[in-house]
């Protein structure tokens, strides 16, 4: 093998989206030196679907809003799972985080007054999500990706990270990882890692993910010796493209409902007050009283019902379509026309006027569009310390989508932009601290090294074998109709049966031709992460016999108090790699402090 392509840095990130450039953003303003290592192209990164807005508590439109009634409504929305620490730090910097942004070039829409305007979404009490149009996302990454380009960041864009590597102590410190276009590997050495590699949606059939999600980062930080943690918790977003079947599963943004938007059956009714009140009754409240709030202010018009936290619309819109009462292509019908003027919603809704009028030749100034649910997002992740993001090896932090801990059971819409930002920075600073305070450069273990390049390479050395894209479809088949929406004990047994099935044939994946623009190669290296990530979800919905959050089981259709009390941890106790034996045990939450208790309680006086 020739001589390998060879970068030391004081910190890498894997994954340029939100989390990944606001990380590399802080460590290169400590003037240490810094890689961003993205799998797609700079700027392509799935922060950029993120349409509504970024939730942050800045009163600007109710002045009563504040970083306390932020923090109750998340861990309401996430069933109370979450844990608190990354909840409170969330709610209390995201102001800070967006005025950054703005201060960075971020164009906010704006309130009359010259404020940064903020609209409802679901789930939270007060209109708190900071937007532009709804095209928010994109315009987060292209203030950040500005921002790290002037800093001079080394950007290695369509390069695959397909392992961590690590020094005698079990401590990272460093990559193995190849070039896209060529299939040359690369390897990098760095005094700290940070994992900012998004989410896993590419496992299930329908989804708005986009192709990176393969569940890359949860992969490699598992092989490497990191806990993961509520990987049963995926978010299916109530509303994806349901025709045409072509464009399938793209996301139609909560902001068409924040904006007022209403869902309705094939008899045109708005069906969603059908649910509302026996939702909170049973979910949600902890009281009578607090149900009956809850409820007149949704039905009295306060927040329409559409508005509720997406797993519990999503759930209704299965409902809807599971009783005969859904849309000719299996959804229900979005109806943004009968509530806003034509001007008004290109205005207001830019993108998603172009997206349905060009992608499936409705005007959605005029007619309903066909929406349902569709897997959109995993609240569970690798496990990280809330103040540094940290995770359980030394010199390994993770934010964004691929940590765990901070949505709980089910993730509140906009809270993932604020996310990003709140616990990309801090992933930054731990990581810079660590840097600097280590004096030798890295140096790696080249036996490992060849271990890895090897296992990457080996689908070229056989003659005949399976077929990756065979394997992908089914593993994705399999955890649509198993491991989705609504889950029950026998399929997910089934489900975990048939996945050790196919991590032994994706043993023996088999591919042809060179390196270089190899689809098929690129596929087989995603294959070993997407059925790490598979079998965790389908443990954790095994064993989480509760319906909870983005964790709905049919045979245990109510949440169970005593369960509400533990995260599932997975870990690879005795070996590191895709081969390994995975366990899952529950765990205690974090015990919330009491003057954060008292935060429920004053709102129940």
């Not at 009359?112 to 990454?141: M, N, S």
């Not at 896993?200 to 092989?223: L, P, Q, R, Y």
């Not at 902890?286 to 306060?302: C, K, L, P, Q, V």
């Not at 919603?345 to 007619?367: N, W």
Request: with cysteine; charged share 25%; hydrophobic share 40%.
């Amino acid at each position: 093998m020739s001589e390998i392509e060879h970068h030391d840095y004081d910190v890498i990130v894997i994954g340029a989206g939100g989390a990944g450039l606001r990380a590399a953003i802080e460590a290169k303003g400590r003037g240490l030196r810094v890689a961003l290592v993205c799998k797609s192209l700079l700027g392509k990164a799935h922060t950029v679907m993120a349409e509504g807005g970024v939730a942050a508590a800045m009163g600007n439109v109710y002045a009563e809003d504040n970083w306390k009634v932020h923090f109750r409504d998340t861990m309401r929305g996430g069933k109370m799972l979450n844990h608190w620490r990354m909840a409170q730090l969330h709610a209390q910097e995201s102001p800070d985080r967006v005025q950054e942004l703005e201060a960075w070039g971020a164009l906010f829409d704006r309130t009359k007054d010259g404020k940064i305007l903020q609209r409802d979404f679901g789930g939270h009490r007060y209109a708190r999500l900071a937007h532009v149009g709804d095209r928010t996302g994109l315009e987060l990454i292209r203030t950040l990706q500005q921002r790290a380009v002037s800093m001079d960041i080394d950007v290695f864009m369509e390069c695959k990270v397909v392992r961590l590597t690590t020094d005698d102590d079990g401590a990272v410190n460093g990559a193995v990882a190849y070039w896209r276009p060529t299939g040359e590997f690369v390897t990098f050495g760095a005094k700290s890692v940070v994992l900012a590699t998004g989410g896993v949606g590419k496992s299930w059939k329908f989804t708005s993910n986009s192709w990176e999600s393969t569940g890359d980062g949860h992969a490699i930080a598992m092989w490497a010796g990191a806990s993961l943690i509520d990987m049963e918790c995926v978010q299916f977003h109530p509303t994806g493209m349901v025709w045409p079947l072509s464009v399938r599963g793209i996301l139609v943004t909560e902001g068409v409902r924040g904006d007022g938007g209403v869902l309705r059956n094939s008899d045109g009714k708005r069906f969603m007050f059908e649910y509302v009140a026996d939702m909170f009754r049973a979910e949600t409240a902890e009281s009578e009283d607090e149900a009956d709030r809850w409820y007149d202010d949704h039905t009295a018009g306060r927040r329409p019902p559409e508005l509720l936290p997406r797993d519990e619309v999503a759930r209704s819109i299965n409902s809807e379509v599971k009783a005969g009462r859904g849309s000719p292509h299996g959804g229900v019908f979005l109806d943004i026309a009968s509530r806003r003027t034509a001007d008004d919603i290109r205005k207001r809704l830019p993108s998603m006027y172009h997206q349905f009028m060009e992608l499936a030749g409705v005007d959605i100034t005029r007619e309903a569009m066909e929406v349902g649910p569709t897997c959109h997002y995993i609240m569970g992740g690798v496990q990280v310390d809330p103040d540094t993001a940290a995770t359980a090896v030394p010199g390994l932090y993770a934010a964004g989508e691929v940590a765990g801990g901070m949505h709980g059971s089910n993730r509140l819409g906009g809270n993932s932009l604020s996310d990003l930002i709140v616990f990309g920075r801090r992933a930054g600073i731990a990581a810079a601290d660590r840097a600097e305070s280590m004096a030798r450069e890295p140096k790696l273990n080249q036996a490992q090294v060849t271990e890895y390049i090897d296992e990457a390479l080996a689908p070229f050395t056989r003659d005949s074998g399976e077929n990756p894209y065979d394997l992908q479809h089914e593993l994705q088949e399999l955890m649509q109709a198993n491991v989705g929406i609504i889950r029950n004990e026998a399929e997910v047994v089934e489900a975990l049966e048939k996945l050790d099935e196919l991590k032994q044939r994706a043993a023996n994946v088999a591919v042809g031709g060179g390196r270089a623009y190899n689809p098929g190669w690129n596929l087989a290296t995603d294959l070993p992460s997407m059925l790490t990530v598979s079998t965790c979800t389908a443990q954790g919905a095994r064993d989480r016999r509760e319906s909870r959050g983005g964790q709905t089981r049919e045979d245990f259709p109510k949440a169970d108090p005593e369960l509400g009390k533990v995260n599932f941890v997975q870990r690879q106790p005795s070996g590191r790699g895709f081969s390994s034996e995975i366990t899952i045990t529950p765990e205690p939450l974090p015990v919330m402090p009491d003057e954060l208790m008292a935060i429920f309680e004053e709102e129940s006086k």
